[in-house]
């Protein structure tokens, strides 16, 4: 079930090894829009987003240790709904650049628009899109 998000989210949800849960606290009130993916009352993925111009927006995910392919397929549902209730042309992303993260992003619909070398803690991340 997705339904909106809730400071609690932030403190309760058992990151993946790839989250940055100090940086998405920091950041998450610069979100407009912020939505949480639960499973019997556990939170298992944030979704923020952010309209930056027209119809554009730039999103993040922190993803639970205990995401399933039932929630991934659920997320995605969610999110191309969203992204059509809201009239979206674009909506980006950037991840770190590791095999499985990338096949999530690309199981979600989204293009690599490119690598961005060391962006953040000495590592490439990548940029995804989708765009209309």
């Known amino acids: 079930?997705?339904?909106m998000f809730?400071?609690?989210?932030l403190e309760t949800i058992e990151e993946n090894m790839h989250?940055?849960?100090?940086l998405f606290r920091r950041e998450a009130n610069n979100y407009?829009?912020?939505?949480?993916?639960?499973?019997n009352g556990?939170?298992?993925v944030i979704i923020l987003g952010i309209n930056y111009v027209g119809n554009n927006y730039h999103g993040g995910f922190i993803v639970s240790k205990n995401i399933r392919m039932k929630h991934i397929k659920e997320l995605k549902t969610?999110?191309?709904?969203w992204m059509e209730d809201n009239g979206v042309e674009r909506f980006e992303?950037?991840?770190i650049d590791e095999p499985k993260v990338n096949k999530w992003h690309e199981f979600l619909g989204l293009h690599q628009e490119g690598?961005?070398?060391?962006?953040a803690f000495g590592k490439d991340y990548i940029s995804w899109a989708w765009v209309k």
Do not use: G, H, N, Q
């Not at 809730?6 to 989210?9: L, N, T, V």
């Not at 989250?19 to 100090?22: G, N, R, S």
């Not at 407009?32 to 499973?39: A, E, P, R």
């Not at 690598?115 to 962006?119: C, D, G, L, N």
């Open 1 to 3: 079930m997705i339904r």
């Open 6 to 9: 809730i400071k609690e989210d």
């Open 19 to 22: 989250a940055d849960l100090k």
């Open 32 to 39: 407009s829009d912020k939505y949480t993916l639960v499973d």
């Open 42 to 44: 556990i939170p298992i």
């Open 78 to 81: 969610a999110l191309w709904s």
């Open 93 to 95: 992303t950037v991840s």
């Open 115 to 119: 690598v961005k070398e060391k962006f």
